[in-house]
């Protein structure tokens, strides 16, 4: 029997995973797409930036979201259980597309492919990095030893074992493939450093491929036929010798913003509160006074993107909520009085 390719699409917070699964389902080319998707913390809001795409390659249905925790802390309980319901389909999908986290680590999720209920259907297909040019052009992720050794030296008082450079590298050294996208907020010469210095961090005969919007023709990253799961204890990690790892130096929590009057102060005010409490990512959407649709808002450190997505649904509450992640310790009281002062009285 065939076993069903399943690729993890990994990448560090803001890097573009659900745009580029978008792109995915758009140009799926015939397949039958199964999606899951894992997001830090309680309540996620990738799996709804997905659904509703009206796409037939992927109906509502194959979109699994997984918000109870990082999904490589919580294979058993969670990611297995979701696998075998998607096996034991009486149409499984063509393909399963797995996001994880940007805080997941992609080596206890690839081996869990190995267990035998799911080796036996399922093979994982490839593991795409996927990279934010402009983010790691801006120093967001030091993963040059150098440069940290001379950090060190210079102000030992700096913690230089950062865990958000040991996420960055262990995704990059489980890749088959690795995308940097948003190249075209970037320049040629400091994509060419960038690829340079990726080199270095990825196993011998991974490709770097540059992207923007997550546009690549599909075909490149389905059909990989890696079968990583058998080859996993050779891709290196800095948990290897962990028998669990968690994620406390990270939290995440959800401000329900409720209706804001207009776009731009509460732009401002998201923008305050990313510089004052340097603020790793910030999310969701928003509902805007007098506008009939929603508004998504997505932030990666201090850039800020927005856009309308679709219009609210007859029915539908026109609730704002943002998710808001970053390192322990973050003063939560201040952040939610920064961004709640912009709602519209009730």
Known sequence: M?????????GFLGAGKTTLIRHLIENAGGRRLALIINEFGDVGVDGALVQGCGDEACPDEDIIELANGCICCTVADDFLPTMQRLLDRPTPPDHIIIETSGLALPKPLVKAF???DI?????VDGVIALIDAD???AGRFAHDEAALAAARAADPTLDHDSPLEELFEDQLACADLVLLNKTDLVD?????????????????GVSIIRTARGEIDPAILLGIDAGVEDQIDARPSHHDNEEDHDHDDFESFIVDVGEVDSTEPLLAALAEAIAAHDLLRVKGFLAVRGRPARLVVQAVGPRIQHHYDRQWQAGEQRASRLVVIGQTGLDRAAIEATLKAQTVPA
């Open 2 to 10: 065939k076993k069903i390719p399943a690729t993890v699409i990994t």
């Open 114 to 116: 190995q267990w035998p």
């Open 119 to 123: 080796r036996t259907r399922a093979t």
């Open 135 to 137: 983010a790691l052009a």
């Open 188 to 204: 040629a010469d400091t994509l060419a450093t960038l690829e340079r210095d990726l080199a270095g961090e990825t196993r011998p």
